[in-house]
């Protein structure tokens, strides 16, 4: 199957095809990352992610595949870099943890501050306050503190001891390799990830075990390079490389292929409905340029944000997303209507979602200052 | 004064002018290393090094003794990288911070086990045995553990903390520059020294205050680089620039340039009385072809590791040394019987600090196992 960026060609009818990624082929053939999609049928229970195509990519996931159909233990591990609240690419990555949570792993989410220290100068103050906002987020989604484990990397010594362990193991030129240029602090952090990525398989959380961290595709390097190093501290650890799951990045609301804070062209889910709105209504669509011509081609929802945030997040039923794309594609569902209907569930989403995690946050309080 | 290696031209005679350092001069006009010896006479209770001249050069000394003078509280750190057994470069180290201890420093003994990882690969369970081995020897020299703190950097998190915070400021370059093409461990542990050196200025041991680091000429980079960081982070934690003392480097006793493990030419406080007595018998001196010319032209003290070695640690009094040196620049005072002498001055010493050390192997097990 291959994939284009311009659904005008109609080469490809796909309602999961939007999000493309430049050269899935070359990730494949190249960096070793495998096709997520042969897995599907074997998978008891795959998510809405895997369902739809937007976990794409794998490395070893087999072994966690195994664990989860022999009931045998495995972790998930991913997080969160704490600069600012929860939009929908954070959002991803806690629900691909909780539902890894609700297969049976044992859970862990990083509250990665010292990258935020290292990376976007944030001092622990003040990532502090937004991990607090951050983990009651991750609660209201259904994460369970009881049967996982939420951390501060600051405060992680058994983290900060392996980034030293490894440090011996990483020449600069991997270093400058993946990561170009930078402090040293931030290569640093990187080691620190790596620490992260291996925590489960400490004795403390119960020795080691396959474990899978969900990322987007660009987390990659640091998946590489803490595969080497559980290798070269395997006689040490007895660690199993992790497994990971790639999935594509979001777009930014105005078609550009990030979100960006500069742009504006995202939302929180701590935005004011209005802001949800607005940002919604202004948002690029794959819309043409007259209704006449939309009414006769159809629209081109490969390229659009808003089906794309409906696809990630917003329309749960597989059946309902491809109603939405046929009738976008035939040119029944014009953009006003959907961007409407959007807005409607963003709104119903974001309210229930305020309503739950209000409850939750002085248990995230509890959780991010009275851990040690 | 120009010191000069070759003691055969005498134009300089002085006692103290061993240990030759390469370019005192270029030192002190490139490198903002002043001359230690203006301060001498300030000084109420100079130590033997500072009075021979082996401590020869200072960064900001004058705010320490400020401090000592009108009874301020000032601080003391240095430490020992856990390779091995207690050496005379080591044993000078430790004389150093129970100097200042005695002048009412807070003293801080740093065991850079990181460093001997990163650096050396020992492991930490190898050095953990080897440091309680070395604190053994501190405490027999007299380091009171009561009014210091004697800590491994792998069990203090707030010197990783600081190691982590300081990161962001450090680049690559700069790292380079200082160290080499090296792995990121070792950059990482370059990190924490300078974490160890402003330790004793955090909030827990009483917040900022004159600290003095008396370390070999060798470590200057080291003091640049953590003096830097006490600019750079000065808001936040108002650190004041550590001072450093600096002292000559002991020659190997086979007269060449350092003591070398491979080259067998130094001796241990545990090595045995045979191997103390062989090592010092077999050693290069500063003696002539013929016992009829020495008689004639005198020895060369200046390049006598013999010597040398009396003069930093076997005979205390000066006056004592000053009558050897001119014995031996007469032609009065043979190798053979110099030797002697001074093999029966080491096993005094090494034998009476063995005994103390034995009474003191629990007390240091305790501070190396029991203290978090």
Same mark, same amino acid.
Do not use: W
């Given at each position: ?39 599907? $049928? ?32 495995? #972790? ?59 983990? #009651? ?35 600069? #030129? ?15 952090? #990187? ?49 199993? $490389? $992790? ?130």
């Amino acid at each position: 199957m291959k994939l284009h960026p311009d659904g005008h060609e109609k080469t490809v009818i796909d309602p999961f095809g939007t999000s493309y990624v430049a050269d899935y082929e070359r990730l494949y053939r190249e960096f070793g990352i495998e096709p997520f999609q042969p897995l599907l $049928p074997s998978l008891p229970n795959p998510s809405l992610y895997m369902r739809r195509g937007i976990v794409f990519g794998h490395r070893d996931f087999k072994v966690i595949l195994e664990a989860m159909t022999r009931n045998e233990k495995f #972790a998930v591990l991913s997080g969160i870099k704490p600069t600012g609240e929860f939009h929908l690419g954070t959002l991803m990555t806690a629900k691909e943890i909780i539902y890894f949570q609700k297969q049976g792993a044992q859970a862990f989410y990083c509250i990665a501050d010292i990258e935020a220290y290292e990376d976007n100068k944030i001092p622990f103050e003040k990532s502090e306050k937004i991990a607090i906002n951050n983990v #009651a987020d991750l609660l209201a989604l259904g994460f369970d503190p009881d049967r996982g484990y939420i951390y501060r990397q600051s405060k992680e010594n058994r983290v900060k001891d392996l980034a030293i362990i490894f440090g011996r193991a990483v020449t600069l #030129a991997t270093m400058k390799a993946i990561y170009g240029e930078r402090s040293i602090g931030l290569y640093l952090a #990187a080691l620190i990830q790596a620490g992260d990525i291996l925590l489960p398989q400490l004795e403390d959380f119960g020795g080691p075990k396959p474990t899978v961290i969900p990322v987007g595709i660009d987390q990659d390097p640091h998946i590489r390079l803490t595969r080497d190093l559980a290798q070269v501290f395997h006689n040490k650890f007895g660690f199993i $490389p $992790p497994s990971s799951t790639y999935h594509k990045l979001m777009k930014g609301l105005d078609g550009s292929p990030k979100m960006s804070k500069r742009l504006m062209n995202y939302f929180t889910l701590d935005d004011s409905p209005e802001t949800i709105t607005q940002r919604i209504s202004n948002a690029f669509t794959g819309g043409r340029p007259t209704i006449k011509e939309q009414r006769e081609l159809g629209g081109v929802p490969e390229i659009c944000p808003v089906y794309e945030i409906c696809l990630f997040h917003f329309v749960e039923d597989d059946e309902d997303i491809k109603r939405i794309y046929c009738e976008c594609k035939t040119g029944k569902l014009l953009c006003g209507e959907h961007k409407k209907q959007t807005i409607d569930l963003v709104l119903k989403f974001v309210e229930e979602h305020k309503r739950r995690k209000n409850k939750l946050l002085d248990k995230a309080r509890e959780i991010i200052l009275n851990k040690p």
